[in-house]
């Protein structure tokens, strides 16, 4: 298991990303985080080792981008709009019927991993988003 990671400072506002809506204005917001997913379901679509995460999703993302810009409008600190639009989402239990395993896991943050570097965003942020979201895709592995 890893040890809690250090916090780490947005050098844009002074203050830690995780605390309060810190991390979702150095997302630039929603219009911020669906940028990134576009960005990131483009990346899965063409990274050869992210074929076998595109084959588990279907053929239309757009449904999925909104899904997933909304879910991390919450996650980051600001409003709640994912669960305003589809309801309440337990990330690990909406993967449990998919087979990830740790090749799986990285693939999906390789590709949160090229999104990041598309976007106009600090260091220290793509630092936080990758060290966070370690966790979470952690969490959703089904499988050794
Ligand atoms: C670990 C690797 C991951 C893989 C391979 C993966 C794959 C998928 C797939 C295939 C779907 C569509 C499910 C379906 O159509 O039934 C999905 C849905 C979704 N994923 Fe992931 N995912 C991963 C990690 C994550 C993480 C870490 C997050 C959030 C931080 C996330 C957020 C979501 C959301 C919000 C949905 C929509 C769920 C719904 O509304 O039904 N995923 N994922």
Redesign the pocket.
């Known amino acids: 298991m890893r040890k809690t990671p250090p916090r780490i400072l947005d050098p844009l506002s002074q203050r830690y990303f995780g605390e309060e809506d810190v991390s979702y204005q150095a997302a630039g917001g929603e219009q911020g985080l669906r940028k990134l997913c576009q960005a990131f379901y483009q990346a899965m679509d063409e990274l050869p080792e992210a074929a076998t ?1 595109r084959a ?3 053929e239309d993302l757009s449904e ?1 981008e909104d ?2 810009s909304l ?2 409008c919450g ?1 980051l600190g600001g409003p709640i709009r ?1 669960r305003d639009k ?1 309801g309440p ?1 337990v ?1 690990p239990q ?2 449990a ?2 087979d ?1 395993g740790p090749e ?2 990285d ?3 390789k590709c949160m991993q090229v999104a990041l570097d598309q976007q106009n965003y600090t260091q220290e942020f793509k630092a936080y988003m990758m060290q966070s ?1 370690w966790m ?6 089904t499988k050794e």
């Not at 979470?136 to 592995?141: F, G, M, S, Y």
Request: glycine residues 0%.
């Open positions: 995460i588990m999703h279907k999925l899904k997933l879910f991390l996650w994912y589809y989402i990330i909406a993967h019927h998919l990830i799986e896991r693939a999906w943050l979201l979470p895709a952690e969490l959703c592995r």
